[in-house]
């Protein structure tokens, strides 16, 4: 069912006085990650090319904002393939889906185009590969979210979620000689290396992925908000209650220092008493947030007497991933304008 798109608020934050100059720091990176724009615009593609409407198989990222703009485009967002009409387009959303879910859309002779975020990719294909060498998998990560049913489907005999370094003290493995650990690519660093740290008391035998699973949009966007929170009196992140990448952003601000953290959706959910008393305020998005969100927020921020807009760099970004090879051709060269000026990498 579409989700009604929400208005920008029509009143407006007042200006109180408080004690300092009012100021915003600006964390960045924030907003979207390769994976997202590639994700994003292979939905956008697939509507160019083959008309609408094109499936997607759960949210093509988690941001009701993109969502909406896509379903106003003609995107039909389904929870399962058995939903899709057979022989129609369907996306596989970034976060990636089992084998079994691969199977059924192909049993249903359903046009599949896959918009796994490639680092995710990456994730499943060590599961397969030590699910073959036999290997006992941990995986560290929220039971439910798609991005581990998806692998943890690549090998369920192999397959135990670590949902926290708490559930790390009691979770049980048949050989503790062969046992691995992997990861959910957004979650927060520290959470994940505290896991890993209790998982190897238990476990002196635990391999590490042969490199990081946590993907780096996810590593830089709390490392920038780790530099923002010290200084600030309130942190806003933008983004969806979904998307966990952003959820860690909030608790990562709280643990560094800020006073206060909230996340929103959009600028109209900011409320005055958040701003009572505070002077600077930090400001930050998940990795599937659009920057016009971010906007907003920043121009409600200044009709609240907060002007002085200060950037916080921790690192630079110029990666881009190739489009899905159903949608590759000519569309390369014609990525959407909020992508252009990266390296591209398959």
């Not at 100021?23 to 956008?44: F, K, M, Q, S, T």
């Not at 979770?171 to 998982?199: A, F, H």
């Amino acid at each position: 069912m579409p989700v009604p798109r929400v208005p920008r608020r029509r009143e407006r934050l007042q200006d109180i006085p408080v004690p300092g100059q009012k100021r915003v720091l600006l964390a960045a990176p924030r907003g979207y990650c390769a994976g997202v724009d590639r994700a994003i615009v292979a939905v956008e593609k697939a509507l160019e090319r083959f008309g609408a409407p094109v499936y997607v198989r759960k949210q093509i990222v988690h941001n009701i904002h993109v969502v909406t703009e896509l379903e106003a485009a003609g995107a039909i967002f389904v929870d399962e393939v058995d939903e899709v009409p057979e022989g129609a387009h369907v996306v596989f959303s970034a976060h990636g889906v089992s084998p079994a879910v691969v199977a059924e859309a192909a049993d249903r002779q359903l046009q599949a185009i896959d918009a796994t975020c490639p680092l995710v990719t990456k994730v499943h294909r060590e599961a397969v590969r030590f699910a073959r060498d036999d290997f006992e998998i941990l995986l560290i990560g929220h039971e439910g979210h798609e991005e581990v049913e998806g692998t943890a489907g690549e090998a369920p005999d192999h397959v135990t979620i670590v949902n926290s370094p708490d559930h790390a003290d009691t979770v049980l493995v048949r050989d503790p000689t062969k046992v691995v650990w992997l990861s959910q690519t957004t979650l927060s660093v520290d959470e994940t290396m505290e896991t890993v740290r209790r998982l190897r008391v238990r476990f002196p035998h635990l391999q590490d992925p042969p490199s990081d699973d946590i993907c780096y949009a996810t590593q830089n966007r709390q490392v920038a908000i780790k530099k923002v929170a010290p200084g600030a009196d309130l942190v806003i992140v933008v983004g969806s209650a979904n998307s966990s990448n952003s959820v860690r952003l909030v608790e990562v601000a709280l643990e560094y220092g800020a006073k206060a953290a909230y996340r929103v959706d959009y600028s109209h959910e900011l409320q005055q008493e958040w701003l009572d008393g505070v002077a600077t305020v930090g400001v930050t998005s998940g990795a599937s947030v659009p920057e016009v969100l971010v906007q907003e927020v920043l121009a409600d921020l200044s009709d609240a007497g907060y002007r002085d807009v200060q950037e916080v760099k921790t690192a630079e970004e110029d990666l881009l991933f190739s489009l899905p090879k159903e949608l590759r051709h000519d569309a390369e060269g014609q990525r959407d304008a909020r992508a252009l000026g990266g390296r591209v990498t398959t």
